[in-house]
């Protein structure tokens, strides 16, 4: 039986998915204040737990985007859902930091792949021109999964205990694979798929649209590092994704403890600056498809889109000037949405300048620059907040932490312009 615009079930799929990735990698956060009364946690020792995840994550990017490329689509989101789903539930059995940090490590390796395997879904079902709109909705994933967070953590804390948090969570992994095994195939094997939508998804695309081919075409990974688009994307992630990790982990204690929120309840002040990234994720990818419907360059309605994200998210450095709690939200929540915007520009150039054999590993490198600053950029967090602490001043802290936030999106637009201002997009035979 054929399904007329399958491609926006697969966008779906994606979407699920890296909503149960953000629900299982917020926890953490969330119970942060919860685990830090019971094994007397300090600051630099959830910075450490952080870390562990992180520098998984990292080292699970350069690891997982090319096996992605190798194995396939489907077979590689089973082994990635399974790996993070097995770990989130393993965090039950945690009893100190250490044992935290190894679980957050087995976290982190599994979920380094949802974004490589997802990108590379999109470039696989999607012509250049949807590619924005795409990841704009498979990007918003990680908004509804901390708000989803936000709803089912307290739930699950008031009527029974942090443990049943992570078992609960990790489960519902192996619920979504369900699904993407009896949905998901690359076009040219979907029989579930029309042909005029075929036509639509081989657009512009060379060689055998729509199918995925991991053992004729063999890409020198190290080629990849040659390239100026390259480390364009290794920008914009490397710079960029340590702040929103910052948001994820940090802003649940910042509002507890600046603004007296009690996270034994769902936080409406929370859930509305989660939610913010949702429309900041669709307005990202729709505003540069706009520009290429148009008549736009690819690259440069990309560019343009990131450069008016970088410039508004000056206004986070706002945010230390306020004494109100629902301020802090309006600006907090501008510059979250602002930087899912960023990151569905990001991700999309990522399948603009790549051919889709080399998407997973080029989005994992990229994805790897990010986790490598977020496991820095902790350091730095916890030195400073335990720093003001100590002092009696904890919001002082988070100030000179926001006022980094602001200035970094354009520092690395700069960098991301300059590489990319004389190059064209890699073409498949530069990677043999």
């Not at 992605?68 to 930091?97: E, P, Q, Y």
């Not at 590993?361 to 496991?375: C, K, L, P, Q, R």
Request: with cysteine; net charge positive.
């Amino acid at each position: 039986m054929h399904i007329k615009n399958y491609r926006w079930i697969i966008v779906s799929l994606l979407f699920f998915a890296t909503t149960i990735n953000y629900i299982d990698r917020q926890i953490i956060g969330l119970l942060k204040p919860v685990l830090e009364a019971e094994f007397n946690w300090s600051e630099s020792d959830f910075a450490h737990i952080v870390m562990a995840f992180t520098a998984a994550y990292a080292m699970g990017l350069l690891v997982m985007g090319r096996l992605i490329d190798k194995i396939g689509t489907r077979a590689g989101f089973t082994f990635i859902v399974t790996l993070w789903s097995i770990a989130g539930m393993l965090h039950a059995f945690a009893r100190n930091a250490v044992q935290f940090a190894l679980a957050r490590f087995g976290l982190g390796i599994g979920e380094a792949g949802n974004f490589p395997a997802g990108v590379k879904a999109i470039s696989e079902w999607f012509p250049k021109k949807e590619r924005g709109i795409a990841t704009g909705i498979f990007n918003s994933g990680p908004s509804v999964g901390v708000v989803m967070a936000l709803l089912i953590v307290p739930w699950i804390l008031n009527s029974y205990s942090w443990q049943e948090v992570f078992w609960l969570t990790g489960a519902s992994g192996f619920v979504w694979l369900i699904f993407w095994l009896i949905f998901y195939q690359v076009p040219a094997r979907q029989k579930r798929l029309t042909k005029e939508e075929f036509a639509i998804i081989s657009e512009g695309k060379e060689g055998d649209p729509g199918k995925e081919n991991t053992s004729k075409v063999k890409i020198r990974w190290y080629r990849l590092f040659t390239f100026p688009q390259t480390w364009a994307l290794i920008t914009g992630k490397g710079l960029i994704d340590p702040i929103f990790w910052f948001f994820l982990f940090w802003l649940p204690s910042y509002f507890s403890s600046t603004y007296e929120l009690d996270l034994k309840r769902p936080s409406l002040e929370l859930i509305v600056i989660y939610s913010a990234t949702t429309f900041g994720s669709f307005m990202g990818g729709y505003f540069s498809s706009i520009l290429i419907k148009r008549g736009w360059a690819v690259v440069k309605a990309r560019k343009t889109a990131l450069f008016l994200f970088a410039v508004t998210e000056l206004t986070i450095i706002l945010a230390q000037y306020t004494t109100a709690a629902w301020m802090a939200v309006a600006i907090i929540s501008l510059a979250v949405a602002v930087h899912q915007a960023w990151a569905t520009n990001v991700f999309t150039m990522a399948s603009d300048m790549f051919p889709s054999e080399a998407v997973g590993s080029v989005t994992g490198i990229a994805g790897m620059a990010g986790a490598v600053g977020g496991i820095l950029f902790p350091l730095v967090v916890g030195f400073l907040l335990d720093t003001y602490k100590a002092a009696g001043n904890i919001p002082g802290g988070y100030n000179i932490l926001f006022t980094i936030c602001g200035l970094t999106y354009l520092t690395a637009w700069l960098i991301i312009h300059l590489l990319t201002r004389k190059h064209s997009n890699v073409r498949l035979e530069e990677l043999k």
